[in-house]
């Protein structure tokens, strides 16, 4: 069966540092690949997704940025946080085609404090 | 750019009431709408979802029902229960953009 895994859970990070978050996924080879940003009490925002190795799309124009170097890793960064960047980041995965493989899947989200 | 409509954003109902929470979307080509119920600090989970050529489901206490004429969906929870807690996201996908665009969420509360 397919899991996804995200880490790390709590991240408390001072403004103008690094930032990276890993995603991997087992189980599926070749999924779409997403990161959401969820500010607290709010919606999911689309940041970026990936339908491929390399392929980034971007949704939002931030200080954020987002690689794929393998199948099925998917990585978040950021070079000098801000305040702004606190909140609730979920990755997820799906397997497009038509039929049944739409569902979209969430890892168990990184929870980003920047102070 | 694509957009979805989430009303309401707060519910709150008496334990074994209906609750129904409504959803409308701008782009005609998506053939996909899922259903997330989140609780507090954890992922969202799906809990139902429907295809653009079905116009009903059903799954036990829920229910998703959809317009596509009116690019509307609606969520439907009968005999609510205090586990059923939590905020709910209404979602729409187009298979040619690869994108899930969510709503904002509606966090319904029951009441013992």
């Known amino acids: 069966s397919q899991t996804i895994h995200q880490w790390p859970a709590t991240l408390v990070q001072p403004v103008g540092s690094p930032l990276s978050l890993e995603c991997t996924v087992e189980?599926?080879?070749?999924?779409?690949l997403y990161w959401y940003r969820q500010a607290a009490g709010r919606g999911l925002q689309l940041l970026f997704y990936s339908v491929g190795i390399g392929q980034i799309s971007s949704e939002v124009p931030q200080n954020l940025s987002a690689s794929r170097p393998q199948d099925r890793q998917f990585i978040l960064s950021s070079k000098k946080l801000l305040l702004s960047d606190s909140g609730f980041y979920l990755c997820?995965?799906?397997?497009?085609?038509?039929?049944?493989?739409?569902?979209?899947?969430f890892g168990s989200g990184t929870q980003l404090s920047v102070l | 750019g694509e957009n979805v409509e989430q009303h309401p954003s707060t519910l709150s109902v008496q334990e074994g009431d209906s609750a129904v929470i409504k959803c409308t979307y701008s782009?005609?080509?998506?053939?996909?709408f899922p259903w997330y119920k989140q609780e507090l600090g954890k992922r969202p989970q799906l809990i139902i979802d429907?295809?653009?050529?079905?116009g009903e489901k059903k799954d036990q206490r829920i229910a998703v029902t959809l317009n596509k004429t009116a690019k509307h969906f609606s969520l439907h929870i009968t005999e609510t229960q205090p586990e059923d807690s939590a905020v709910y996201f209404c979602a729409a996908y187009t298979s040619g953009t690869y994108k899930y665009i969510f709503g904002t969420g509606t966090r319904l509360k029951v009441l013992a």
């Open positions: 782009d005609s080509a998506s053939n996909y």
């Open positions: 997820a995965w799906s397997v497009p085609g038509g039929g049944t493989n739409e569902k979209l899947f």
């Open positions: 429907i295809r653009s050529n079905v």
């Open positions: 189980g599926t080879s070749n999924p779409n």
